[in-house]
């Protein structure tokens, strides 16, 4: 199997536009322990965008609670 090592990089200071380049990619075996660990970051991903989705709902409703005040 191929991965890709990438790196971010930052275009414009100005805007914070991000630029996602693949640098290049090398071949890996493939074995449960890797599996494994790509299972648990996946999973660790997942959580941590659950938890920012919560927080930008709370954000919101706190916004339109907000607008309704005005």
């Not at 890709?4 to 380049?21: H, L, Q, V």
Request: charged share 40%; aromatic share 2%.
């Amino acid at each position: 199997m191929k991965k890709i090592k990438e790196e971010f990089i930052k275009k414009s200071t100005k805007d914070n536009i991000i630029i996602r380049r693949a640098i290049h990619e090398e071949e890996f075996e493939l074995n449960l322990e890797i599996i494994e660990r790509m299972e648990k970051n996946a999973n660790v991903q997942i959580s941590n965008a659950q938890q920012l989705i919560k927080e930008m709902q709370q954000k919101l409703e706190e916004c339109q609670k907000l607008r309704e005040l005005l």
